[in-house]
């Protein structure tokens, strides 16, 4: 019994034709059709043709009736002449349906990356960088945050940076302190330290940390004074606002880590800088004078100092030798006063040897002839001046007065 395999849903004849006339059944012979065949007998390409080069390319509409064809015959639509029959293609879609349902949930984690799985949209687990899987949709899902790159928010200004006409008034400027305005512009650095809480804690943590780091600067600057600020303080106010960010992003779990604030520029407004910078200059010519009088007080003050110390030390050198010589003349007063006491005629008479001496040995002599008449006796008792040579004295002889 005879079947037709020429209908239009077969995958193997040409649309509207038969499949040889045969009348037989069987399979027509390679190359007279299939889904890309042109229905000819000879064998062609995927577009059919003549067996020794390139035929004419079919038309657009004709490639899509043949695919559908095809596709027909896998699922048993083309009779017994299709590739799978009945259920068994079905299974086998079936089949093939799950195994790439079953394959999309092998994921990748980059290696400066952490997975995140959650089951039905709730956090389950965290996985290593690498191939993993997970459950495939809508059981399972992966996210990737990146775990160690190091975000950068800029508050004041935009990457242009702050002296390229790109900084943003609202953001950068301030009040101080002592109620003055500055123009403040840094940068944050951040990365993600929890991926569980950064993902489900805050809705835009990007806008949180730059919100946080703002307001922290505000309350900085709002009690440090302009000078300060401008100043010294600059690395202080960068380490309490990094702090104190952190402590409110802790506080809201965020999962964030500040790892850095950098001032690029602290400034007072644009409007009043040149004004601002002739008081600097004020103030830097007042501290160069002070610094050059402190100098000078440091080298003339010691020096007075020290001088006043050497004439105290010697005064009290000299105080102590007068109490000494005084002290001295006194014992030895005493020590004379004791001996005439005990002896009064040998004490006097010593005394008087004493003193003659002393005289004598301190006047000059005086040589005169001893046939002069009338001579006044000259007792020189005025020392000699200072530093004046001592008279020799004469050696004695016949005739010499003294």
């Known amino acids: 019994m005879s079947s037709n ?24 012979p390679p190359g007279g059709g ?7 007998g000879g064998p062609g390409g995927p577009f059919g043709g003549r067996p020794g080069g390139p035929g004419p390319i079919p038309d657009l509409d004709q490639l899509i009736r043949r695919l559908q ?69 809508p059981i399972e899902s992966a ?28 953001e950068s400027l301030m009040l101080t302190g002592d109620e003055n305005i500055i123009d403040i512009n840094f940068v944050v650095f951040w990365k993600i330290s929890n991926a569980e809480d950064y993902l489900f804690n805050t809705r835009s943590p990007d806008v949180i940390v730059k919100a946080v780091a703002e307001s922290s600067m505000r309350e900085v600057i709002g009690r440090t004074p302009i000078q300060p600020a401008l100043t010294e303080l600059r690395g202080q106010i960068a380490t309490d606002v990094q702090r104190q960010t952190q402590q409110v992003l802790d506080n809201y779990h965020a999962g964030v880590e500040i790892t850095g604030v950098q001032l690029q520029g602290v400034n007072p ?45 010697e005064a ?7 109490i000494a010589q005084a002290t001295g003349q006194t014992q030895r007063f005493l020590s004379v006063l004791h001996a005439y006491q005990q002896a009064k005629e040998v004490t006097l008479r010593r005394m008087y040897i004493e003193t003659m001496q002393d005289i004598l040995t301190r006047s000059p002599a005086l040589v005169v002839d001893d046939k002069l008449k009338g001579l006044v006796p000259f007792l020189p008792l005025n020392p000699p001046a200072p530093g004046a040579p001592k008279p020799a004295a004469p050696a004695p002889s016949q005739g010499t007065q003294r």
């Open 5 to 28: 395999s020429g209908g239009p849903g077969s995958p193997w004849g040409s649309p509207g034709g038969s499949s040889g006339g045969n009348g037989s059944g069987q399979r027509p």
């Open 34 to 40: 299939g889904p890309w065949g042109s229905g000819g």
């Open 69 to 137: 064809a095809f596709v027909g015959s896998i699922l048993g639509g083309g009779g017994p002449r299709g590739r799978f029959t009945g259920g068994r293609g079905l299974a086998l879609l079936g089949i093939a349906v799950v195994a790439l349902w079953l394959a999309s949930g092998i994921y990748r984690v980059e290696p400066d990356e952490q997975g995140v799985v959650l089951r039905f949209g709730a956090f389950n687990r965290t996985t290593l960088p690498g191939l993993n899987y997970h459950l495939p949709w």
């Open 143 to 170: 996210l990737t945050p990146a775990v160690t790159r190091i975000n950068r928010i800029e508050i004041g200004y935009r990457s242009g940076g702050p002296q390229s006409g790109n900084g943003v008034p609202e």
């Open 269 to 313: 407004p644009a409007e009043v800088i040149e004004s601002f910078l002739d008081v600097q200059r004020a103030n830097t010519d007042a501290e160069r004078i002070r610094n050059e009088a402190d100098a000078y007080r440091n080298d003339i003050v010691p020096r007075a100092r020290g001088q006043a110390a050497a004439i105290v030390a």
């Open 316 to 322: 009290q050198g000299a105080k102590a030798a007068s």
